[in-house]
């Protein structure tokens, strides 16, 4: 992998860019993205060994099994943070140390096949829950602690929807280079 750039290895979609309009269109097609995640993924992984599995997207990354998981644990917070978003006042999220959480027991070892059911259940809710928001409910705001950026519903569809294809390019890229 030493051959690519490192960069592009990190980015193979480029950084998300939220779009200056957030048309219905827009959010239509984020949505749809976001509830074809699990059966994109699974396209990709069904039929990888443990090595390929444990196998890094790029020098001092994630392995595959990390990334499958980080979607999991990442996308979870996401379905938290919209439901915290349509029931409270612009409520200040909880974050969390994806980088740690990474390295811990389960998604070091652990088989793909629960985190994949996990993606299923969890992707069709987020798809329900998103195709029944109004205008006013993608308005609604929730406070990141990070950095006290607020962030709408409408531009959390934007990001996961970039987030699962960011992480989805890692894994055929990876396919492409391995010549998995």
Known sequence: MEKLDLEKLKYPI??????????QEYIASKIEEISSFPERLRKEVINFTDEQLDTPYRPEGWTVRQLIHHCAESHMNCFIRIKWA?????????????????????????????????????????GYIMKN??????????????????????????????????HLAHITTLKKYKNW
């Open 86 to 126: 349509l029931t409270e006042e612009k409520p200040i999220i909880k974050a969390y140390h994806e980088d740690l959480w990474a390295k811990l027991s389960d998604n070091l070892t652990m088989p793909i096949q629960p985190t994949l059911s996990l993606l299923d259940g969890l992707h069709f809710r987020l």
């Open 133 to 166: 928001l109004s205008r006013t409910d993608l308005e609604k705001t929730f406070i990141h602690p990070e950095n006290d950026s607020v962030i709408s519903i409408k531009q959390i569809i934007g990001m996961y929807a970039w987030h699962g294809n960011h």
């Open 14 to 23: 480029g950084k998300f860019i939220a779009p200056e309009n957030y048309s």
